[in-house]
């Protein structure tokens, strides 16, 4: 398993037991090494925004002193939802891979669709490369989310 996928698994792992939200996690690596990780917030924080992709970039730069994270790559169990994709695009990331794709992420009850309408050239734009990575290695936490009878639905 690649290594930074495997760490990205692990985030995404830890919001699922801690109930923090859905099956998400990230890192954000630059020169071989993780500068910035996250999972899934959005109902340990109540922000909607707390998505894994935003909080591991807000890391990131945070950790890196800057806002331009073109140097850097992000790993995330799933494919990044359009509001994730902004933000990736604002921090100037230009590689990310991802596990899971949109259509898994909808199978268990994250269905941006209507978002996907809205913005239908998201797969269009040269600016981001979108590689997938690891998928079936993802799919085992988003069934863990999905077995977890006690978790928030949102």
């Not at 090494?33 to 959005?42: C, D, Q």
């Not at 925004?49 to 970039?57: D, K, P, R």
């Not at 799919?139 to 999905?146: C, D, N």
């Amino acid at each position: 398993m690649d290594p930074f996928m495997g760490e990205a698994i692990s985030e995404a792992r830890l919001g699922v037991e801690n109930r923090d939200g859905g099956p998400f996690g990230a890192v954000i690596v630059c020169n071989g090494a993780i500068v910035g990780r996250g999972h899934n917030k959005v109902i340990g924080t109540n922000d909607p925004t707390a998505h894994a992709e935003i909080n591991a970039i807000r890391e990131a730069c945070k950790n890196l002193g800057k806002f331009d994270l073109s140097d850097c790559s992000l790993y995330t169990t799933c494919e990044p939802c359009p509001m994730c994709y902004a933000a990736i695009h604002w921090a100037r990331i230009t590689d990310v891979y991802y596990g899971c794709d949109r259509y898994d992420a909808a199978h268990i009850g994250f269905d941006d669709k209507i978002l996907y309408d809205i913005l239908p050239r998201q797969d269009d734009l040269a600016s981001v490369k979108l590689t997938q990575l690891e998928r079936d290695s993802c799919l085992e936490v988003f069934k863990l989310y999905e077995m977890d009878e006690k978790r928030t639905l949102y």
